[in-house]
């Protein structure tokens, strides 16, 4: 009778940790989907799509850049969720074919579509994801630089994050490819690649 007494006053402490443990794993996937919020969806997925770009990056890179603020502009005078500057935009859209409309800049759809271009084709351009991202914060000249030196590169082809001279770069793309983990764990597993 003791024994059983014993094993009943057991049991509720387990009930109420286990309760706990459930309950902790619901209200912090809640936390973090409010941390890694789903804006612009439709903008997001056509333009991650039609560039083939997988859409938790696009989302980390608009978090990382503007935490998702159409109406961001950094000291660099870069605007709207993807923080193009006014020459990054002309290029862009010189080379879609289109009119660089600066005016239009802060509008969430073009935005994501001109940054997902100039994502995509950092990529095709250096072959990796640490190279694309370092190279969209900090420019395409200083990564193929850092390419062709031994201290940040040991194969010209592949940068050594932690090497890299600027610290904002490193943490740039440190940043970006954790919540495109996050993203990825939170909205995309089933349908994703490795990034």
Known sequence: MRAE????????PFLLLAAYFIWRGFISEAIERKLYPLYYT??????????????????????????????????????????????????????????????RIFEPGLNIRRGCYLLSYLYERFGG????????????GRVDGWLNDILY?????????????????????KKVLKSAEKYKKLYFEENSEEI
């Open 5 to 12: 007494r014993i094993g009943r006053l057991l049991v509720i």
């Open 42 to 103: 439709d903008a997001v997925e056509a333009s991650a799509g039609e560039f083939g770009l997988p859409p938790e990056l696009v989302y980390a890179v608009i978090l990382t850049e503007s935490s998702f603020d159409a109406d961001a502009v950094s000291s660099a005078g870069a605007k709207g969720l993807m923080q193009l500057t006014d020459d990054t935009n002309e290029w862009v859209a010189w080379r879609l074919g289109e009119e660089s409309e600066p005016s």
């Open 129 to 140: 994801w640490n190279e694309a991202l370092a190279a969209y914060n900090a420019g395409g």
């Open 153 to 173: 590169s040991t194969d010209q082809k592949t940068l050594i994050v932690d090497m890299l001279p600027i610290e904002e770069t490193r943490n740039y793309i």
